[in-house]
């Protein structure tokens, strides 16, 4: 390699290296060497030991979702459960290595619950004289054994071979469940007992199972979290240095805002800085000249409960972020921090910058724990929003499972809500005394009366609205209209019950604080305030736990008065709604104390995200938890661009236009393409104003084009909304110019040669040259000029023009 040419203008220079040995750390595999009687040739088992004393045989192995990423298709509700027909096919090799070849019984006693890419599992087979068979796993780090299956081996059949390779086990995996009988269809389900199963190999040599019984149990949400202690659902954020460091050069146009101090820290101050950024992010996506570039939005103290007001900040942001993909970044510094020239080349949509250090948000799943939720049965438990949803059923829980005998609810009507008095007739049943007051929480002369000579030992804040509305929409009054039952009146109760001997202050706070979310800017801008005084509590020394729930379905909640279309858009963002079960179990894992200051109980569908990391569209926050295959090389515009290259202009809109349609229709839930009308429009067919930025920052991230906000007011059929992708992906014109100026190009050389004494060779060649330029003027303007020796130059075409010109100088 010649390196002075490889780094040639790049301003690399030669230093000496260190006089100290090189620190090596080695992040490849190392394969050891196999010896040829312990290794065996199977997907998950990799070593198979003879035991001398009664004839049987141990096999080893390793399972994870990072070398067998196809056990990711087997989720519940958050988890991956290991099918059970993975047992079966354990046996069935243990079976063809032993001698036997049929599997008379196989029961499965525990499910095998694996939670994330960092779950790493040992596996171990062991196999008696007598055909006993039953199989461990470990997970890396633990010590004990967990036995998920035991079951017989019978000689009754020869041990038959057939292929296993990793790419087709898992659909001979899920044929054995289908050839039992197994369907899985409105749940996840586990093929727990297998009777009579042998494999035969037909002349095409594939594997053909025979099954005499299986058998199938539903698997419920209890049993996967009894397995996990919560985790398959409960997150926290953690900050982590980049992946890579920046690359001199690179990164998009940024444009730095640097937030305002909060003039006040009291609710109002909090709301009115959260409205002046409003105003900032509302003109950016708007502003043509800064459609190539993003907005860098400086911050101070937002991430660690230092600014509960640059906190509600990033709340915002992410959701204009999420309505506008890669035009906004946040950056969070320390109080008297200088920022760093190289954070605004990082291809990430967050950053913080802590004593120096440049750090980027993941999520991960909390340390798993041991202990009891900390209510205190005797105490009082204050719970606003308490007639009602969330508030109503936590209070159910709390009477019911945690014995707390008084509880305090609240609600703007008090006993006069809906459902009240039947509310606290059930929890009188229970046990529990029960009050309910009339209180505006926001109101802070009335969280004062509220509390005046009562004794609280636990706070659960609850209440809040939702007002969706795009950012473009939204008004500082609807901004105010949802920060005030959040932030005004948990620093109400923050303020006011620090005389309290609490156990807990635990606050409801939403995932869309943390991921943002299109349409809900002013929601998200609460529940990051929200989050953000758990933390300000915690370093303080005071009870905190915020709990940035994902959506609840048939509580009332948001997911509720979605119709099914917008169900279907919440699933595919992965996180279906969780039921009161799904939800109760995990406020129970959350609270056991010792967990983070915020916690995020949300169920995400592994398998949609894991299709988001392969198509590169995962959230970033998301990369600790999903592991992203290798980065295409290609963008979306270039795979695009290929499809469309070759192709007339008739044939490129006829794909632009089945393109648009094909995303109408997932959005909408169609079937198919067709089912979309290209002539009419998108609104008429239910897209709605978050369909509508789905569709254009999908279109977006396919075509790479700068489409606008209004794409779908501004053109409002399929139709349109081709036409416009056919116009920002024409391929450039040919200059028509071109071929006359590379002619010209070469008799201008040609002319360089005449002698330069011969005049009359010059002056020809001059009145010639002067003719040609006087008649392309004319026909320019449409001057018809006198027939003379040039005549047959006006309707000439470009080749015979420049044939005559070579004949008149002499050239051809």
């Known amino acids: 390699v010649d390196w002075g040419a490889v780094f040639a203008g790049r301003g690399a220079r030669r230093v000496e290296l260190p006089t100290y040995a090189f620190q090596r750390r080695r992040y490849w595999l190392i394969e050891q060497p196999k010896t040829s009687t312990g290794s065996v040739d199977h997907p998950l088992l990799t070593s198979m030991v003879e035991l001398p004393e ?58 095998l619950v694996m939670t994330d890419t960092q779950d790493a599992l040992t596996l171990r087979m062991v196999v008696g004289d007598a055909g006993a068979v039953s199989v461990y796993a470990r997970r890396e780090g633990a010590t004990v054994w967990v036995k998920h299956a035991n079951g017989v081996l019978s000689s009754e059949a020869d041990g038959t071979s057939w292929p296993r390779d990793e790419a087709t086990y898992a659909e001979v995996l899920d044929a054995a ?19 009579g199963v042998s494999v035969r190999v037909d002349e095409a040599g594939r594997p053909a199972l025979s099954v005499e019984s299986a058998g199938a149990r539903a698997i419920s949400t209890e049993e996967v979290r009894a397995h996990t202690g919560g985790r398959e659902s409960l997150f926290h954020v953690e900050w982590i240095a980049p992946p890579a460091p920046p690359a001199a050069g690179t990164g998009a146009d940024a444009v730095v805002y640097a937030c305002p101090p909060v003039a006040d820290a009291t609710p109002e101050g909090f709301r009115a800085l959260t ?7 509302q003109k950016w996506p708007a502003d043509e000249r800064t459609a190539s570039s993003r907005l860098v939005v400086v911050t101070r103290g937002a991430t660690d409960g230092a600014d509960l007001g640059h906190a509600a900040v990033w709340g915002l942001v992410r959701a204009a972020e999420g309505e506008n993909p890669g035009r906004f970044a946040l950056v969070d510094l320390d109080a008297d921090a200088e920022l760093p020239e190289e954070v605004l ?82 929890l009188t049943a229970l046990g529990a005394e029960v009050e309910v007051a009339a209180c505006d929480v926001a109101d ?20 809040g609205v939702v007002d969706d509305v795009l950012i473009g929409a939204l008004t500082p009054e609807r901004l105010d209209a949802v920060m005030r039952p959040k932030v005004d009146a948990a620093w109400h109760l923050h303020e006011l019950t620090r005389g309290h001997d609490l156990s807990a202050f635990v606050i409801f706070s939403s995932v869309a604080g943390t991921l943002g979310g299109a349409g809900q800017a002013n929601y998200a801008a609460a529940n990051a305030w929200l989050d953000a005084l758990a933390r300000h509590r915690a370093a303080h020394g005071l009870p905190a736990l915020c709990l940035g729930w994902g959506p609840w379905a048939q509580v009332g909640g948001m997911a509720d008065r979605m119709d099914e279309a917008e169900l279907r858009r919440l699933r595919r963002t992965g996180m279906p709604p969780l039921t009161p079960d799904e939800g109760l179990a995990l406020l129970d894992a959350a609270t056991v104390p010792g967990r983070p200051a915020l916690t995020l109980p949300v169920r995400f569908d592994l398998t949609v995200m894991r299709t988001q990391a392969g198509t590169g569209t995962l959230p970033a926050l998301f990369r600790g938890l999903v592991r992203a295959p290798a980065r295409h090389t290609a963008s979306g515009r270039a795979s695009l661009e290929r499809r469309l290259d070759g192709l007339t202009g008739a044939e490129r809109r006829q794909l632009l236009l089945e393109l648009v349609r094909g995303h109408v229709a997932r959005i909408l839930g169609h079937d198919g393409a067709e089912e979309v009308p290209p002539d009419r429009a998108v609104n008429e067919l239910g897209l709605t104003s978050l369909g509508a930025v789905e569709l254009r920052n999908a279109l977006n991230a396919e075509t790479g084009l700068p489409l606008p906000p209004t794409l779908v007011f501004d053109h409002p059929t399929p139709l349109a909304v081709a036409a416009l992708l056919h116009d920002g992906l024409r391929p450039a014109e040919a200059d028509p110019a071109a071929p006359l100026l590379a002619e010209l190009s070469r008799l201008e050389d040609a002319l360089t040669v005449l002698a330069a004494d011969d005049d009359a060779a010059h002056a020809k060649v001059t009145a010639r040259l002067e003719a040609v330029s006087r008649r392309a003027r004319d026909a320019r303007s449409g001057v018809v000029a006198d027939a003379g020796p040039g005549d047959a130059l006006a309707p000439a075409s470009d080749d015979e023009l420049f044939e005559a010109l070579n004949k008149e100088l002499g050239l051809s």
Not at 67 to 96: I, K
Not at 393 to 405: F, I, M, P, Q, S
Request: no cysteine; proline share 5%; net charge negative.
């Open 177 to 195: 469940a289908e050839a039992a009988g197994v369907h899985t269809d409105g749940g996840p389900t586990l093929v727990h007992a297998w009777r």
């Open 54 to 111: 009664d004839g049987g045989a141990v096999f080893t192995g390793r399972l994870s979702l990072d070398s067998h990423p196809w056990l990711a298709a087997h989720d519940a509700f958050g988890a991956v459960v290991v099918p059970g027909q993975v047992f079966l096919e354990l046996a069935l090799f243990a079976a063809e290595r032993t001698g036997r070849g049929r599997v008379e019984e196989l029961d499965l006693h525990a499910p």
């Open 444 to 463: 802070r002369d009335a969280v004062a009366a509220l509390l005046s000579g009562r004794s609280l030992t636990g706070v659960v804040h609850s209440a």
């Open 275 to 281: 409205r002046e950024v409003l105003s900032v992010v």
């Open 345 to 426: 080349r990082l291809d990430e949509p967050e950053i913080a910058v802590r004593d120096g250090r440049i750090r980027v948000p993941r999520l991960a799943r909390v340390p798993a724990l041991d202990g009891a939720p900390s209510w205190d049965p005797d105490g009082t438990v204050l719970i606003t929003g308490g007639t009602s949803g969330l508030g109503a059923l936590t209070a159910r829980h709390l009477a019911g499972e945690h014995g707390v005998r008084r509880l305090l609810l609240t609600s703007r009507r008090g006993m006069d809500a809906p459902g009240a008095a039947g509310l606290v007739a059930e």
